[in-house]
């Protein structure tokens, strides 16, 4: 382990009118994210559109067209980092059928996930943290098996993004286990998507947090015409959509309406993308999607993980579910000419970045309470040590019930924490703090009497 010593101290003068941010980048995630290759991630794309369509519903015996062609490339992919990875990375196809749904399904179907699980090497670790993005692609008519349909960006940019982050990653350790996936099925309803959730939860796997990557490689928009590749976007649940009904009593009473799971992940991406990837702002959307629109976080949080999903700031319409084909002068299809590898390579690392931060950092502390006992300006907060790691300390967050993000940071060594700010007027959650600078995910303190 490299010790905090080595980490590299940036220290932002004038970031902010009011204050300065420190910024401790750990070397090992440092050099993680500088490993990123945009010809890496261009080679991935191409390969994947060279697959004439990779629609859920087209020819899977092929060995060189449709999706069955693609999935089994994608797990030929990550078996070739397996042999870098001292036994440690399994890579296989997790198939299933469905069955003619009425809907976006007309034949049975055999649905293939394809994984790559990177094992913890505490064996005592139980959590588990996904990355994924969707193999399938589509154009204007998602029934199309057999035109082309790209999906350069839709999503082979999230899929591009996943197997560069398993190349990387599968060379260092981690404590816990990282399971990168690309999934089918999510342009006929998030199918391949529900099918892994289903099975987490029945299985009871600890999915600690997942992040979908659906759309990271375009950085300009149709219609308002904006090119941006300095921004990306994380959409995260407010309301939970798991047990609303049993919590939220308590979600009102508490003022707990940004405070979920998911939004805390969301705040946490937004922190430790900033911190190891430069000139990208990472903007919080509260919502869970794009306005009507669903992705394969969906059922993870609808079975009660906690996921959110990254997409790029602006979307391109133009490119997006559509026929290959030029109308007026335009060009119409998700072809890789339109895609931006230097925003990809940087979207890329902020999902390594947070997925190292978290599979290194201690797990979360428990049992974490804020007193009420007594009405008081102060408050008094406490906790256990966490289950796994070894922590240097915690920090206490906090920030104004009105802010989007935490504004200050205490830290302590102890496992309680009295500070001169008033429960009625801040928002607080406390978080493991390894001995390499890695936090945990923040818990939110219940009530302690
Ligand atoms: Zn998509």
Same mark, same amino acid.
């Given at each position: ?19 300065? &941010? ?9 050099? =993680? ?13 191409? *390969? ?9 519903? $087209? ?16 797990? #030929? ?31 049975? #179907? ?36 057999? @035109? ?21 990653? @599968? ?29 987490? *939860? ?12 659906? =759309? ?7 219609? #308002?015409?904006?090119?941006?590749? #300095? ?38 991406? *937004?922190?430790?993308?900033? %911190?190891? !990837? ?26 009660? +993980? ?18 290959? %084909?030029?109308?007026?002068?335009? %060009? ?15 979207? &890329? ?60 940071? +205490? +830290?302590?060594?102890? &496992? ?5 700010? $008033? ?6 959650? !406390? ?12 818990? !939110? ?5």
């Amino acid at each position: 382990m490299k010790k905090i010593s080595t980490a590299i101290l940036i220290v932002l003068i004038g970031f902010s009118a009011k204050s300065q &941010t420190i910024i401790n980048r750990n070397s090992d995630i440092a050099q =993680m994210v500088k490993s990123v290759n945009q010809d890496s991630l261009k080679s991935y794309i191409t *390969k994947m559109v060279a697959f004439g369509t990779r629609n859920t519903l $087209s020819d899977i015996k092929s060995k060189t067209k449709g999706i069955g062609a693609a999935r089994n490339w994608v797990v #030929t992919k990550f078996s070739q980092f397996a042999k870098q990875s001292d036994g440690r990375l399994t890579a296989f196809l997790d198939t299933t059928t469905f069955q003619p749904d009425g809907k976006r399904i007309d034949k049975p #179907t055999l649905l293939g996930n394809a994984f790559a699980i990177l094992k913890g090497t505490d064996a005592n670790d139980k959590r588990v943290y996904v990355v994924s993005g969707h193999l399938d692609s589509r154009v204007t008519d998602v029934m199309n098996r057999t @035109s082309d349909a790209p999906g350069a960006n839709d999503d082979g940019s999230g899929v591009a993004g996943v197997i560069e982050a398993a190349r990387i990653m @599968s060379k260092y350790k981690f404590s816990a286990t990282i399971i990168f996936v690309a999934v089918s099925g999510e342009e006929q309803s998030l199918l391949g998507s529900g099918f892994m959730a289903a099975k987490a *939860k029945r299985e009871g796997w600890n999915v600690d947090a997942m992040l979908n990557n659906d =759309m990271i490689g375009s950085n300009n928009s149709s219609e #308002t015409q904006i090119i941006d590749n #300095t921004r990306l976007r994380v959409f995260s649940e407010g309301l939970p959509s798991f047990e609303l009904d049993k919590n939220a009593k308590s979600i009102r009473q508490f003022g707990l309406e940004n405070d979920g799971k998911s939004r805390q992940l969301a705040r946490y991406v *937004k922190e430790i993308g900033e %911190r190891y !990837v430069d000139q990208l702002e990472i903007k919080l959307i509260y919502r869970n999607d794009r306005f009507l629109r669903g992705g394969d976080h969906t059922p993870f949080v609808e079975n009660g +993980f906690t996921a959110v999903r990254i997409t790029e700031m602006n979307e391109n319409f133009e490119h997006q579910h559509q026929d290959l %084909r030029t109308e007026n002068g335009i %060009r119409y299809g998700d072809l890789q000419e339109f895609m931006d590898f230097e925003y990809l390579r940087k979207n &890329t690392g902020v999902n390594i970045a947070v997925l190292a931060n978290l599979a290194k950092a201690p797990s979360t502390p428990i049992d974490v309470k804020i007193d009420v006992k007594n009405l008081s300006n102060s408050s008094y907060i406490y906790w256990k040590a966490p289950v796994n790691g070894t922590v240097k300390g915690y920090y206490v967050l906090m920030r104004e019930t009105s802010s989007s993000v935490w504004e200050k940071k +205490f +830290f302590t060594t102890a &496992t309680e924490l009295r500070i001169p700010y $008033s429960k009625d007027n801040y928002l607080f959650a !406390v978080q493991s703090v390894g001995n390499d600078e890695n936090e945990s995910l923040p818990v !939110v303190p219940g009530i302690g009497r």
